[in-house]
C-alpha cells in the first residue's frame, strides 16, 4: 500500500487525477459551464504539470456514452463520461439505458448547476444556471444505474471515485452516476493525498453451490434432447472456450438468439442457429445462458414437461420490472466458471451424443446447402438483400477484425468469426448505439479495422454529423454500412406482425414508418473528410467494400458506403412470427 500527494489547484484536479490513477483513460465529454474546473485543470495535464485521462471532445452526448460502452468491449475497463447538468444527462439517457442492460460498466457523470446564487468561486453567473437546475437531478437515471451520488465535500473525493468504480465493476457490472457541483469543483485543495493504487476493489462473480451444480449436472446428462440457449454469453471473449468445449463434448446443440456477441463461433459442430422454435418444442432439458429473453412466449412454445435451467451473472435479470420465464433451477455466478463446473459434472451418454451429432451436423450442411443457393440468386440486381451484404461484409473481413451491427444484418452469413469480434446492440433498443461504439471500439484498439453496420434510421438516430467528426479529430476510420431500408423496418414488423390483414399491408409505406425522401447519407461523411459511395446493386457491393477499405487502410480515413436494401413484407411478417 502507497500514498501519494499532490498539490491541486481545484477539487477538478484531484478528481481527474485520481481518475487517471485508478485506470481511466479517457473522459467523453460534451461540455457546459459547469465544466469551467475541469477544463482549467485538464489543460493544466497537457501542459505536464497534472495527470488526467484523456479527453475527447464529442459533440453529442449520445456518441460519448457509446463511445465508453465500445471502449469497454474491446479493453475490459470502464471510463468516464461528463455531460452538461440536466440537459446533458437527459441526452445520455438512451446510452445510459443500453450499457445497463448490457451490464457495461462506465462512470457516467455530469455537472450540476451552481447551488449558490452569490458569494463563492462557481456561484451563479449565467442566465440559464436558474432554469437548468432540477430538483432532483439523478432521478432520470436512478432506476438505471447501479448508484447514484452528488460529490459534497472534498475530504470524500477519493472514497466517492473509488465507491463508483468498484459498484459500477462489481458483478452484475453497470453504468453509475455521480454530479459535481461547480463550487466544489472550484475549490481549492492545496496537498491532497490519496491511496495508489486504491485499496478499494470490486466483488467477483462466483459459483453457485456444488449441489446446484451437480443438479444441473444430472438434469443435462439424462436429457434426451438438451439444448443451450444463449444471447449476451461471449461479453468476455475468452469465456467462449468453456462453451465450445462443453458443448463439443456432450453434444448439446447452442441456438445464439438475438446474440450481443459471438456466444459460438457458426463453424462449431454445436452451433445449431440463431432461433430456437424448432429444437425448443423437442427439447425436454434447456439451459439458459445469460439470455434475458431466451424465447418469446407468444411465439414459442416449449412442453410442460420440459425442464429449464437459468444461468448467469444475475439469471432472473433482477431489474427487470416483469420477466416470468420458468426456471425449475437457477444458477447465479460466472457464466465459464459455471460451464467448466457442469463440465466436470456431468456424465456422458454415448448413444444420445453420437445421435445429436449427426443430427446436427446434417442439419448444418443442408443449412450451408441452402444460403449458398440463396446468395447465388441474391449476387445480381437491387435493391440488394441483407443476406447477400452480410456474405460480402464476410468475405472483406480479416480474422481479427470487428464488427458493430445496429441493424437486422443476420451474422450467420459473415462467415464463422472469433469470439470477442462481433457485437450487437443492447436489447433496450436504445437506438443511436453503433456510430459511437464503433469508434469507442476502434479507440480501444486500433490494431484491428472496424466495421459498423447501421440501419438507415439507426445511422441517423446515432448523430453521424458529432460520429464523424469524432472519428476525423481521434484519427478512427471507421468503415460503416448503411442498410438503407428507407423506412423503420422493425416498426413495420410489429405492424404486420399483429395486424396481417389490416390497412398497413395494403400500403406500400405507412404511416411513420417510412423514410423518404431519404437523404444522400454518403455526403454526411464527405463534409468530414471521408470516403462515400452510394451502392444500388448487388454485384456492386464487392467493388464499393474494396474502395470504402483503401479509404480506410491506405488513406486512414473513414468510409460510409449507403446501401440500397429491399423490403419485403412477406419476409417481414414471417420475421415477426418467429
Not at 123 to 149: C, N, P, T
Not at 473 to 501: F, Q
Request: hydrophobic fraction near 40%.
Amino acid at each position: 500500500m502507497g500514498k501519494q500527494t499532490i498539490k491541486a489547484d481545484t477539487t477538478a484536479e484531484a478528481y481527474l487525477t485520481l481518475l487517471a490513477d485508478r485506470g481511466v483513460d479517457y473522459l467523453f465529454g460534451n461540455a457546459g459551464t459547469d465544466f469551467a474546473s475541469v477544463i482549467e485543470a485538464l489543460s493544466k495535464a497537457q501542459l505536464g504539470e497534472s495527470k488526467a485521462p484523456t479527453p475527447v471532445t464529442v459533440p453529442h452526448e449520445n456518441v460519448a456514452v457509446a463511445m465508453a460502452h465500445g471502449f469497454y468491449l474491446a479493453t475490459g475497463r470502464p471510463q468516464a463520461v461528463m455531460l452538461h447538468v440536466t440537459v446533458g444527462t437527459a441526452n445520455g439517457v438512451c446510452g445510459i439505458m443500453n450499457a445497463a442492460r448490457e451490464r457495461i460498466p462506465m462512470l457516467f457523470s455530469a455537472g450540476r448547476t451552481p447551488i449558490t446564487e452569490d458569494g463563492s468561486p462557481g456561484a451563479r453567473s449565467i442566465y440559464i444556471h436558474w432554469a437548468q437546475e432540477m430538483f432532483d437531478q439523478a432521478g432520470m437515471v436512478r432506476e438505471l444505474v447501479k448508484w447514484d451520488y452528488e460529490l459534497r465535500n472534498l475530504e470524500q473525493l477519493e472514497t466517492v471515485v473509488d465507491r463508483a468504480l468498484t459498484v459500477a465493476m462489481s458483478e452484475p457490472r453497470g453504468p453509475v452516476y455521480l454530479t459535481l457541483p461547480r463550487e466544489m469543483l472550484a475549490e481549492k485543495p492545496g496537498d491532497f493525498t490519496f491511496d495508489s493504487p486504491t485499496v478499494r476493489n470490486a466483488s467477483r462473480a462466483g459459483v453457485p453451490h456444488p449441489d446446484a451444480i451437480d443438479q444441473a449436472a444430472d438434469m443435462l446428462s439424462k436429457a434426451k434432447n438438451p439444448l443451450i440457449i444463449s444471447s449476451s454469453f461471449g461479453q468476455h471473449p475468452e469465456d467462449v472456450a468453456s462453451l465450445e468445449a462443453l458443448a463439443e463434448r456432450f453434444a448439446i446443440p447452442v441456438v445464439c438468439y438475438r446474440p450481443r456477441y459471438v456466444n459460438l463461433p457458426t463453424d462449431h459442430p454445436m452451433h445449431a442457429g440463431f432461433e430456437p422454435a424448432e429444437r425448443l418444442a423437442a427439447a425436454d432439458v434447456v439451459l439458459t445462458l445469460e439470455s434475458d429473453v431466451p424465447w418469446i412466449p407468444s411465439l414459442h412454445k416449449i412442453s410442460p414437461d420440459t425442464q429449464v435451467i437459468q444461468a448467469g451473472v444475475d439469471p432472473i435479470f433482477a431489474n427487470y420490472p416483469i420477466r416470468g420465464f420458468r426456471s425449475d433451477l437457477t444458477l447465479a455466478g460466472d457464466p465459464a466458471s459455471i460451464l467448466r463446473a457442469l463440465s466436470a459434472a456431468m456424465t456422458e451418454n454415448a448413444d444420445r451424443i453420437g445421435a445429436t451429432r449427426k443430427e446436427v451436423a446434417a442439419q448444418k450442411a443442408e443449412l450451408a446447402d441452402a444460403h449458398k443457393a440463396l446468395l447465388e440468386r441474391q449476387s445480381v440486381g437491387g435493391p440488394m438483400e441483407y443476406p447477400w451484404v452480410a456474405h460480402c461484409i464476410g468475405q472483406v473481413m480479416n480474422e481479427n477484425d470487428a464488427l458493430v451491427s445496429e441493424s437486422q444484418l443476420p451474422v450467420g452469413f459473415l462467415g464463422s468469426r472469433k469470439p470477442g469480434t462481433v457485437f450487437g446492440s443492447s436489447p433496450a433498443g436504445g437506438l443511436g448505439w453503433g456510430n459511437g461504439a464503433a469508434l469507442g471500439l476502434l479507440l480501444g484498439d486500433r490494431s484491428r479495422r472496424v466495421f459498423n453496420v447501421a440501419g438507415d434510421g439507426s445511422y441517423m438516430f446515432g448523430n453521424p454529423t458529432p460520429a464523424h467528426f469524432v472519428g476525423a479529430s481521434m484519427e478512427l476510420p471507421v468503415c460503416t454500412i448503411i442498410l438503407n431500408n428507407r423506412m423503420w423496418g422493425s416498426v413495420r414488423k410489429s405492424t404486420l406482425g399483429m395486424h396481417p390483414d389490416g390497412a398497413a399491408s395494403r400500403l406500400n409505406r405507412s404511416p411513420l414508418t417510412a423514410l423518404e425522401p431519404n437523404p444522400d447519407f454518403e455526403k454526411v461523411v464527405e463534409a468530414n473528410g471521408g470516403y462515400g459511395e452510394r451502392v444500388d446493386n448487388a454485384e456492386d457491393l464487392p467493388g464499393a467494400l474494396e474502395r470504402a477499405l483503401k479509404a480506410v487502410d491506405v488513406e486512414k480515413r473513414q468510409a460510409v458506403l449507403n446501401v440500397q436494401t429491399s423490403y419485403d413484407d412477406a419476409q417481414a411478417l414471417a420475421d415477426a412470427r418467429r
